[in-house]
């Protein structure tokens, strides 16, 4: 009876261990965070360096998340698989388990729990996460391309990118009309009041001093900005909290409109940026915006 109970399990686990190999083999890439959410710290305990290490180890092409991606995946990002680690409770043992999902968060494989007896943090993370990819080596990984993925389409890509190029410029050409209002407001004669006697007081000859350079300053724009999240958008407060600007949702991503002025922000490449018109030049600042 015992001897048939454990074929049984065993062939349940010899069958999860194809199907997940099946699944994984499929993919290209994984890509790694640079934090984990157990953790407080990017690569806290170097936990995040030694995940994409061992990756890379098992036969995968491991890429940390924010660098540069090779261009079939800016392509076509259902070739990785998104990676995490996560951190089950145990009073005397530190418990990591491995999970990996496809580009539409779906599951598509979750680790047996790595663990470690270690009291301190470091090593007893180290430990655990090795642990927990042995249970990956175990499906002894290898790329094969699969048409489901491979043959998602992106031909649709420089439509997008010409559909956000043109919401752009209909934004800058809302700023423009906004501010030629704003001209034509401040153009407008009004009624000149009467004028009282001015009464002309001798002033003292002014003393003649060298030029200075005026330099414009975006307050806030050279430190680092917390954003909070508002109705229709969010709040850019600094470090005494003092709300700086207030930004709202559009229809392009990484694209705002700043409450209450002719600017807009938004992403571009890794940093932020604010956009503005100052007289007749269009201005350009960098913003340190930590989300």
Not at 22 to 41: G, M, T
Not at 154 to 183: C, D
Not at 215 to 225: K, P, Q, R
Request: aromatic share 10%; with cysteine; proline share 4%.
């Amino acid at each position: 009876m015992k001897t048939k109970f454990f074929t049984i399990i065993l062939s349940c686990f010899i069958a999860t261990s194809v199907f997940a190999q099946a699944n994984i083999n499929n993919y290209k890439y994984v890509i790694v965070p640079d934090k984990f959410d157990f953790l407080k710290e990017k690569d806290q305990y170097q936990l995040n360096s030694l995940a994409k290490f061992l990756f890379n180890k098992q036969g995968f092409v491991a890429i940390m998340e924010g660098s540069d991606y090779p261009n079939d995946l800016v392509l076509n990002r259902c070739l990785a698989l998104e990676s995490d680690v996560t951190k089950d409770s145990g009073m005397f043992k530190t418990k990591l388990k491995i999970e990996l999902k496809d580009c539409n968060g779906k599951v598509v494989y979750t680790s047996p729990l790595g663990e470690s007896r270690e009291k301190e943090y470091k090593a007893a993370y180290n430990l655990a996460l090795r642990d927990a990819f042995k249970h990956i080596e175990a499906i002894n990984y290898k790329y094969k391309p699969n048409e489901n993925i491979t043959s998602i389409s992106t031909t649709s890509l420089p439509q997008v990118k010409n559909e956000v190029s043109e919401e752009l410029a209909e934004l800058r050409q809302e700023i423009q009309n906004l501010k030629k209002e704003k001209e034509a407001e401040v153009a407008v004669v009004k009624k000149p009041a009467v004028e009282t006697p001015k009464v002309v007081v001798p002033q003292p000859k002014p003393v003649k001093n060298k030029p200075v350079k005026e330099t414009t300053v975006i307050e806030g724009a050279s430190n680092v900005l917390y954003a909070q999240e508002i109705e229709n958008g969010f709040q850019l407060v600094d470090s005494s909290p003092k709300v700086i600007y207030r930004i709202k949702h559009t229809n392009l991503k990484d694209v705002f409109l700043v409450d209450g002025s002719s600017a807009i922000v938004y992403k571009k490449g890794d940093d932020w940026v604010i956009e503005y018109y100052s007289g007749a030049t269009l201005k350009q600042e960098a913003l340190n915006v930590k989300f």
